[in-house]
T-cell receptor, first 112, second 113 residues
Framework: SAVISQKPSRDICQRGTSLTIQCQVD?????MFWYRQQPGQSLTLIAT?????????ESGFVIDKFPISRPNLTFSTLTVSNMSPEDSSIYLC?????????FGQGTRLTVV | AQSVAQPEDQVNVAEGNPLTVKCTYS??????LFWYVQYPNRGLQFLLK??????LVKGSYGFEAEFNKSQTSFHLKKPSALVSDSALYFC???????????FGQGTTLQVKP
């Protein structure tokens, strides 16, 4: 299994600002994944972050809005840029072991 | 395209009674299926998985799931529910070898004393 530390655990931000979420894994992994969980909704994949290359974004998500860094095999950041109230969600990072995925505890973001 | 459906938004059960949380899937090829649980203000915790082998899979906290290929279902079960099982449950399918997960919409399980 993998232990994932994600921070901040929660934040309240003003609209128009940006927030960077950090994800640290206790082992080296090739791919890291960022998901969004809007209020009362399921999880939706934002992007896949590979070390040494640009992140791959899912349909409906763009790099300008959600820039991702992956400087090494144990760390990644997701920035939520120019935030609006619609960005209020839980953001989770994830890594995949041999078969199952493991998740950080999530960042609960509220945009006011 | 692969998809997962959880037909019930909420399941209510009395403590001590058996519980079932339903999940159906649509995939091309052999499915990799998972159940996760989310407690309030917590991340997702892995419960169990079906990759291959026995159709009845046992997981954490006394949960099990039955893979049924003909009905394309992967229902989560527990013989005797606990109040502490109350949480949000997600069924998910892995997209090929990408590592990406496609989630169902989630089912809230409410176990009453």
């Amino acid at each position: 299994s993998a232990v994932i530390s994600q921070k901040p655990s929660r934040d309240i931000c003003q609209r128009g600002t940006s927030l960077t979420i950090q994800c640290q894994v206790d082992s080296q992994v090739t791919m890291m994944f960022w998901y969004r969980q809007q209020p009362g909704q399921s999880l939706t994949l934002i992007a896949t972050a590979n070390q040494g290359s640009e992140a791959t974004y899912e349909s409906g998500f763009v790099i300008d809005k959600f820039p991702i860094s992956r400087p090494n095999l144990t760390f990644s950041t997701l920035t939520v840029s120019n935030m609006s109230p619609e960005d209020s969600s839980i953001y989770l990072c994830s890594v995949v072991g041999r078969t199952e995925a493991f998740f950080g505890q999530g960042t609960r973001l509220t945009v006011v | 395209a692969q998809s997962v459906a959880q037909p019930e938004d909420q399941v209510n059960v009395a403590e001590g009674n058996p519980l079932t949380v339903k999940c159906t899937y649509s995939v091309s090829g052999n499915p990799y299926l998972f159940w996760y649980v989310q407690y309030p203000n917590r991340g997702l915790q892995f419960l169990l998985k079906y990759i291959t082998g026995d159709n009845l899979v046992k997981g954490s906290y006394g949960f099990e799931a039955e893979f049924n290929k003909s009905q394309t279902s992967f229902h989560l079960k527990k013989p005797s529910a606990l109040v502490s099982d109350s949480a949000l449950y997600f069924c998910a399918v892995r997209e090929g070898n990408t590592g990406k997960l496609i989630f169902g919409q989630g089912t809230t399980l409410q176990v009453k004393p």
